[in-house]
């Protein structure tokens, strides 16, 4: 299931509240002066948070770049009574359409560094995994999680990321070149709803960061 229910509106929420950060009960002894895998992996879901969190903000600000540029689209085709257009004649109109495709591409580029970002922790986790599968360490980490389970899941969170930048990047490429007003709104609801990031991605998030004592 995508999150578009949460962003029909145009506007694209907060994926998380801030974390407020806390032990346990469970994990108050486990994630006291953390070392070695543990602090690693504790780390990286922090990490990963923080990209998600970030990822959130500039999605936002792709937001209101894409909708503005549809929107001198669109008032430019209903000014020409076309279904089609090429570009603007208003030269102004035209510089800001110019302005705003630069503005959407340093959001993907953006969005593309967070994503390695994610992926460098789930290598990183992988990695562990390894490690542990090597030393024959089957133990829980924190509370209820195995290593496998938080590489696992950052794994399956990156990849996620990863197919909607690649949307994002497609979206980027064409929607600066769209001559028509159905395009143009499809290239915008495209990238408001993030059909690649499921809700299943919070649902990992959250548990990662609860297993390592991050939220109660």
């Not at 953006?110 to 089957?138: E, H």
């Not at 990849?159 to 143009?184: F, P, T």
């Not at 059909?195 to 297993?211: F, G």
Request: hydrophobic share 35%; with cysteine.
């Amino acid at each position: 299931m995508s999150r578009s229910s949460k962003e029909s509106d145009g506007s694209v929420s907060k994926l998380f509240s801030p974390v407020r950060v806390s032990n346990s009960p469970k994990s108050t002894n486990k994630t006291a002066n953390l070392t070695g895998n543990e602090r690693q992996v504790k780390d990286g879901c922090a990490d990963i948070y923080n990209a998600v969190q970030k990822w959130s903000k500039i999605n936002r600000e792709g937001t209101d770049v894409i909708t503005e540029m549809a929107n001198i689209r669109i008032s430019f085709l209903l000014q020409s009574n076309e279904d089609y257009a090429e570009r603007p004649d208003n030269s102004s109109d035209l510089q800001k359409l110019e302005s705003l495709c630069e503005d959407l591409h340093s959001c993907v580029q953006k969005l593309k560094k967070l994503v390695l970002k994610m992926k460098a922790v789930a290598n990183k986790f992988n990695g562990v995994q390894n490690l542990s599968q090597y030393k024959n360490d089957c133990d829980v980490m924190f509370q209820t999680w195995l290593t496998k389970d938080f590489a696992s899941a950052a794994e399956e969170i990156s990849v996620m990321y990863l197919k909607e930048c690649e949307l994002k990047q497609v979206i980027y490429e064409n929607v600066c070149h769209a001559v028509s007003r159905d395009s143009v709104m499809f290239y915008t609801s495209a990238w408001v709803h993030q059909p690649y990031i499921e809700e299943r991605a919070e649902l990992l998030l959250q548990s990662m960061l609860t297993e390592t004592g991050h939220v109660s």
